[in-house]
């Protein structure tokens, strides 16, 4: 296990093979595999590892695909609905070997639900019971883990990265981690946006990476909307599978053909999104019977809390509802993999779950609970496995004297700091042009275009006078992430001169042939786009 040491400044300092930054299923998974390969690791959470994240609040289903024969048929029904973005062979790995781990959890004492046949049910994970019963797992194998302990970016001997510096939120003292690679399992960035778990997503893996070579795909799949009661963080859509929906005079809303709206799930998302811009929006659930009723609330209980606490009976009364942005949560944007290991491009730098892009997995669509948290399964799996062998390629390296700190915006200024540029307004501009309906849900390419410009005059606000000291870093460093996930996604999705899966171009709806690949986005400051066949050949050169 490493042995922690004090420099003069007091702060942490620790040495290992592999660093996992990140605490959600992912992190975990990545930190778990590193270890068994033989690794010395060190994970550092900004949260505590397993309470943090979208998946310890939650009730997931996985993507469980049993082998056989049926398996490549299931893998290619999917494929279908991605917008021809995803890649089969990556799907196939993936159920593979999350299935794998699915029956390893079940060897390791992870109690699973039986069926009525006896068989256990291994497709549904309770986000509480499965990020607690990791934790254990992952101190079971000898990880050293930091709760509390955000990275605020990574570090470089000009050949590889070699681990990552942060600080300790609740004794204020920085640390610092020597390794041979790092995983980045930072999750999505949700903008700020008040859903479950995602107080903490805020993209700062995305930063870290591109600062230090890395590239970015699918950031202009963000138009992933969840439905919700009104004023509440609850982003669980499944129970308006069964609603009918209504102005504020209760009047029912028509579709499309004239007739009430009902099932906001789905392509009905499209037709609430629409009369939520015109203005409020009534729900209730009396499209499910009985019997359905008290499945629902067995089922997914924390849905009803909001109803509850405020002594409403959503199946026969009507409540307010909005429409909560997910970012790249259950979007599919996130740093680009370049081989099966997960690895970024960048020496000794690899990347898993949410932080990475879901492309591959999902195209143009949401990856939802399901497909991500298969992919969390497996994508940890191979980076913290990925990371262990690179560790030890480096192992009779010693670290350089010189180490290049690469964090820039939120930290190190390009010019003088000013304080009048604070990290909360500078997030809430990027909200402003990220998560209204009327410009994320339903874009355009001259919304597109204006948004574009007011994040560029933030990023440059950014860029030049933002800088925190002390904890205040954490915070102006989420900012700087956020503007820079947020300047990302409008940019390809300007890029994009079609309409795609999550992405809706009003002004130009169809699909176009000539847009069946991937954007990847390189750069921070100054950045480029390029289409994947442009990408391949580069790099073949």
């Not at 999750?187 to 230090?212: N, P, Q, S, V, W």
Request: aromatic share 8%.
């Amino acid at each position: 296990m490493p042995k922690p040491q004090k420099s003069a400044s007091d702060s942490l300092h620790l040495q290992a093979n592999v660093l996992v930054l990140g605490g959600g299923p992912s992190a975990a998974w990545a930190a778990v595999a590193a270890a068994e390969s033989g690794a010395k690791v060190v994970l550092a959470d900004k949260g505590y590892l397993g309470t943090s994240g979208a998946t310890a609040p939650s009730n997931t289903g996985t993507w469980c695909v049993p082998p056989g024969d049926n398996r490549h048929s299931v893998v290619e029904r999917r494929w279908q609905r991605t917008g021809e973005l995803a890649d089969p062979r990556w799907m196939l790995r993936c159920v593979d070997t999350a299935y794998r781990n699915l029956l390893r959890l079940s060897e390791w004492g992870y109690p699973f639900p039986s069926e009525d046949d006896g068989r256990l049910y291994i497709a549904n994970l309770r986000g509480p019971d499965y990020m607690r019963f990791m934790r254990r797992r992952v101190l079971l194998a000898g990880v050293t883990v930091l709760d509390h302990h955000p990275a605020l970016e990574l570090l470089s001997d000009g050949d590889a990265i070699v681990g990552a510096a942060g600080v300790a939120r609740q004794i204020g003292q920085d640390w610092r981690v020597d390794a041979n690679a790092v995983v980045l399992a930072t999750g999505g960035c949700a903008f700020r946006e008040r859903i479950l778990g995602a107080t903490g997503l805020t993209g700062d893996g995305y930063l870290m990476a591109a600062e230090a070579g890395a590239s970015l795909s699918g950031m202009e799949f963000t138009g992933k909307y969840t439905l919700a009661p009104y004023g509440s963080s609850l982003n669980k859509g499944l129970p308006f599978r069964w609603a009918s929906f209504h102005r504020e005079d209760g009047s029912p809303i028509l579709g499309p053909t004239g007739e009430p709206l009902r099932n906001g799930i789905g392509d009905r998302e499209e037709e609430v999104a629409r009369a939520l811009i015109d203005g409020p929006v009534y729900a209730r659930l009396d499209q499910a019977e009985p019997a359905l009723q008290g499945w629902l609330r067995q089922g997914q209980p924390n849905c009803f809390v909001p109803y509850d606490r405020a002594g409403i009976d959503p199946f026969s009364e009507l409540f307010r509802i909005t429409l909560r942005a997910e970012g790249t949560v259950r979007g599919t944007g996130g740093i680009d993999i370049v081989s099966d290991d997960c690895a970024t491009g960048v020496p000794g730098l690899y990347v898993a779950g949410d932080a990475a892009s879901r492309e591959i997995m999902t195209g143009a669509v949401s990856g939802g609970g399901a497909v991500n948290s298969s992919w969390a399964l497996a994508s940890g799996w191979w980076a913290g496995k990925g990371a262990s062998t690179h560790a030890k390629r480096r192992n009779g390296k010693a670290f350089r004297g010189t180490v290049q700190s690469l964090g820039q915006a939120g930290l190190r200024p390009a010019a003088s700091p000013r304080a009048d540029i604070s990290a909360g307004e500078v997030i809430e501009a990027v909200r402003n042009e990220v998560t209204p309906l009327d410009k994320n849900f339903f874009r355009t390419g001259e919304t597109l275009e204006k948004s574009s410009e007011r994040l560029e005059s933030v990023w440059r606000d950014v860029r030049d006078h933002l800088q925190g000291e002390g904890l205040d870093r954490v915070r102006t460093r989420e900012a700087a992430s956020i503007a820079a996930a947020g300047r990302w996604s409008v940019a390809a999705a300007l890029h994009r001169t079609e309409s795609r899966g999550m992405h809706r171009r009003t002004d130009l709806p169809a699909k176009s042939p000539a847009f069946a690949h991937r954007l990847v986005i390189t750069g921070v400051d100054a950045f480029r786009i390029a289409g994947t066949p442009e990408r391949l050949a580069e790099m073949a050169s």
